[in-house]
């Protein structure tokens, strides 16, 4: 905070002695206005007005129109009976959209299992696709070549591939 006094004078200013006589003067213009005021009272009511004051008002509180309600009460009960009746429909109401084995295509069971997203043996495919599938048939209809399978073997290590058949 600065300690600057060059601005410590303020925009106002009094004369001076000018609280020493203050009390006095305000003391004598209450006493005045007292002397003028005495007799008088600020308002003033009609004789008789207190006597039927009570009638009046209950005439005008009688006299008041019927509110209308801005929703009446039975659109509200039929649009909250229907609303229930909806959220009823919607709970109760099996699922539609029930997905079984039979809907889906092979080739898409087949794309779930190559990515790698569940490990079957060749006998749980069969019972899941639900057909009696030949695996000889492939063999049958493309032979294989000797010389090729030769080829296979010698490029590839199988070493650590060779399946156990009980």
């Known amino acids: 905070m600065s300690t600057d006094k060059s601005n410590s004078k303020s925009g106002f200013s009094i004369p001076k002695n000018y609280f020493e006589g203050l009390e006095d003067s305000v003391l004598s213009r209450l006493k005045t206005e007292e002397r003028t005021t005495s007799g008088q009272h600020g308002f003033e009511v009609p004789e008789g007005y207190f006597e039927g004051l009570e009638q009046t008002v209950l005439q ?50 087949s794309l779930y299992i190559e990515e790698g997203n569940i ?10 696709i639900g057909k009696d599938i030949d695996l000889t048939e492939s063999y049958e209809e493309n032979p294989v070549n000797e010389e090729a399978l030769l080829d296979y073997l010698s490029e590839n290590d199988i070493e650590n591939e060779i399946m156990y058949l009980d």
């Open 60 to 109: 005008r509180v009688e006299n008041k129109s019927k509110v209308i309600p801005l929703f009446k009460r039975k659109k509200v009960l039929l649009l909250s009976g229907i609303a229930a009746a909806i959220a009823l429909l919607f709970t109760l109401l099996p699922d539609q959209n029930n997905i079984t084995f039979k809907d889906l295509k092979t080739t898409e069971i």
């Open 119 to 128: 490990e079957l043996t060749d006998d749980e495919l069969i019972s899941i």
